[in-house]
């Protein structure tokens, strides 16, 4: 969950209740799949791309209605601290709670990037008087190990001959079962096939 206080960040009405319209898509296509302009949705309502690199984490928001860029987020991935390759980060998750550890981290890297793009996009919608950001979609890329621990799904079949992921990203899901506890628990996810 992104605030216990209501912050106007844009995941809920004002009230610091979530709404359960958000939409969340993992995708293989990566962060340059073009955006369709849509005059029917409104100027507040925004998409939020996100590419989990294994050396760099970028996000960008976008207004949905006309894919105007708005922001970008980039930081060195948090994973980082336990390995620099996805190998070692692969067989550091195969060890008890490694796994645990590189999904938390994980989570929270995609939850601060989330944050501080709500924030940009808040003080310039402020700016143009314009209504407030509405968090509408977001969609997660990166290659199979980063989308895995990002979705909470096993690496164990990437850890060893024949290297086969056991999920393949080809539907849709709710939020909460996906994420549990986390902030995009009003939100709904739909995976792109690798």
């Known amino acids: 969950m992104l605030c216990k206080i209501c912050t106007r960040c844009g995941l809920c009405p004002g ?25 029917n ?10 590419d989990l690199g294994t050396t760099t984490v ?7 209605c006309n894919a105007q860029f708005l922001a970008e987020y980039k930081e060195a991935n948090f994973q980082g601290r ?41 003080f310039l919608f402020s700016e143009q008087r314009i209504a407030r950001p509405h968090l ?16 909470g799904t096993s690496v164990r079949g990437l850890s060893c001959y024949p ?10 899901k709710s939020a909460a079962a996906f994420f549990g506890q986390s902030f995009f628990l009003s939100s709904s996810i739909t995976f792109s096939e690798i």
């Open 58 to 64: 970028v996000a960008k928001a976008y207004r949905l």
């Open 136 to 151: 509408e979609k977001i969609v997660i890329t990166g290659n199979t190990a980063m989308q895995s621990f990002a979705a």
């Open 41 to 50: 949705i409104p100027p507040s309502f925004i998409g939020i791309a996100i």
């Open 82 to 122: 336990f390995g620099s390759d996805v190998i070692a980060r692969i067989s550091f998750a195969t060890e008890e709670n490694g796994y645990k550890k590189i999904r938390e981290l994980t989570l929270l890297q995609i939850e601060k990037a989330v944050k501080q793009l709500l924030g940009e996009v808040s």
């Open 15 to 39: 009230d610091g209740t979530f709404k359960a319209d958000k939409t969340l898509e993992i995708s293989a296509q990566g962060l340059d799949v073009p955006l369709k302009k849509d005059e």
């Open 163 to 172: 290297f086969e992921c056991e999920y393949l990203f080809g539907e849709e």
